[in-house]
DNA sequence: TTGATTGCAAAGCATTTGCATGCTA
DNA sequence: TAGCATGCAAATGCTTTGCAATCAA
């Protein structure tokens, strides 16, 4: 937080102490997925920073990222999140806005976005069931400004581009 | 629409029409299909719907079920629902209004809802990034107010339910 | 008769787990 | 040294597909 080069001490010290509570062991494996994970800004499958990780380290497997991912989510540096491709993706949680996706079903773009009037209308809506809101998951499906565009241009040819999320009547993918 | 008895003619007409227009053929097998699909009111998946069917024609098969699903959800009948256990439910789409789903992750409980306002805001959010809106999915996730009261019962005790969602830091389940 | 449909079995795919070995504390 | 961590291989769970037999049009 002091210096511009990110070295990510407070999350290596979030990591660590989530480690000694849990009564968890540090590992070189551990240290060097995490580092990893937080360098990579994407969102990442287990699948994807395996090979990140690999690529630096190629005795680390799968098994142990699978894991790791799921510790880092434990200990609030990641949350899964899931996309509609059937896979499941990791961003970075801590210190990170609560934030809902819009994803373009054809090119797989990705776009953050916070709304504090729809977060304000969700809470309502909760409240109006009886709900206690813990959690709310929010996704906008459409296509972005440059496959619209690209769209356009083609005129209904058939593009190329393997969408990346297959959607025609469904909901909560 | 003219007689309080549910015959479902209109659905049938439409999945008729459908059928039809794909170069498709009528069997008795999407026939009873359809029929139990419509008759029941809650989120199916294609097991579920299967076993609903095999109680009255046991050799209907799993794949036929599955596939019909696709079928209904082509034509417009069907929507594919996921809640986050990993599996694809089903809910009736014709002639339904759009809604969103609030989940109980202790009980599973679905309770559908439509927030006129939500449903504008998206439009807003997606206009500003450029995004043509197709579709989308959001799904509050809580605890409803039976849980709710029972976990002030039980106060922390462990309960017995099995939760239908697990839920951590996942978005997008 | 033609070609779509069916249902079995098996393949796919991502996720998850069992277990022997390795390594941290 | 005790027991958590690792990584391989295999199991799981749901979805999807190949294929020969069947059936609608």
Redesign the interface.
Same mark, same amino acid.
């Given at each position: 937080m002091t210096s511009v080069k990110k070295d990510f001490e407070t999350e290596k010290q979030v990591f660590s102490e989530h480690i000694q509570k849990a009564g968890l062991r540090h590992t070189a494996q551990r240290d060097l997925i995490l580092e990893i994970f937080l360098r990579t800004e994407e969102h990442l499958s287990s699948e994807d920073l395996y090979w990140l990780v690999h690529k630096e380290d190629s005795s680390v497997g799968h098994t142990t990222v699978y894991r790791t991912l799921k510790l880092l &989510?434990?200990a609030?540096l %990641?949350? $899964? *999140?899931?996309?509609?491709d059937g896979k499941t993706y990791y961003e970075h @949680?801590y210190n990170h806005e609560h934030h809902? !996706?819009?994803i373009? &079903?054809e090119c797989g773009k990705v *776009?953050e976005?916070f #709304?504090p $009037?729809?977060e304000a =209308?969700?809470e309502k809506? %909760?409240a $109006?069931?009886?709900?206690? =809101? &813990? !959690? @709310? #998951?929010?996704?906008? +499906?459409? +296509?972005? $400004?440059d496959c +619209?565009t690209r769209e356009k241009e083609l005129n209904g040819a058939a593009s190329g581009a393997q969408p990346r999320v297959r959607?025609?009547? *469904? *909901?909560?993918?």
């Open positions: &989510t434990d609030g %990641a949350r $899964e *999140v899931r996309f509609g @949680h809902d !996706h819009m373009c &079903t *776009v976005f #709304s $009037e729809i =209308l969700q809506v %909760a $109006e069931y009886g709900f206690k =809101l &813990t !959690h @709310h #998951s929010m996704r906008i +499906l459409g +296509l972005c $400004e +619209l959607v025609k009547s *469904v *909901v909560g993918i």
